[in-house]
């Protein structure tokens, strides 16, 4: 489950973002379906605010892109809000980044982020991994086909 610190980096300039070629590996896995992802339904607000207010040109076409990937929707609201009871409050993180983590603790799923004060604050539940640290699925070999016979 990426959080917007990673989706981010799937469509910013990726000079300006340190670990984006992880970022993008795990887009890959995701789009060949070796990863299962969901999101809450916050994340196109969170992205998009970010992306409107530093790139406003590329807004359109950036999120047009995202939500091809994301377009079955988010997790309801108030599974989330039940989950983030888990995540500590003295831990000092947003509600909007423990909505990602508890989705992740609710379907036993991995929470990634670029952010490792997060990582750092609320790693004590689990199902969290700082994006740098993360790595893409090893993909069984493939099996060779057997030759139809003709006679």
Known sequence: MPDASVLLKWVLP????????????LRA????????????????YEVGN????????HASGWLSA?????ARGGTALASLARENGRIDPSFDVSFYDAAYHALALLHNGLFV???????????EPGSV???????????????PRRKKSTS
Do not use: C, G
């Open 113 to 123: 982020t670029a952010d490792t004060r997060y990582v750092n604050h609320a790693s």
């Open 66 to 70: 995202l939500m091809k990937v994301w």
């Open 29 to 44: 896995a995701i789009v060949d379906e070796a990863v299962r992802a969901l999101l809450p339904a916050l994340w196109l």
């Open 129 to 143: 991994i700082a994006l740098s640290e993360w790595q893409p699925p090893r993909t069984p070999p493939s099996r």
């Open 14 to 25: 990726s000079d300006d973002e340190p670990d984006a070629d992880k970022a993008l590996l």
């Open 50 to 57: 970010t992306i409107a207010r530093r790139f406003p040109t």
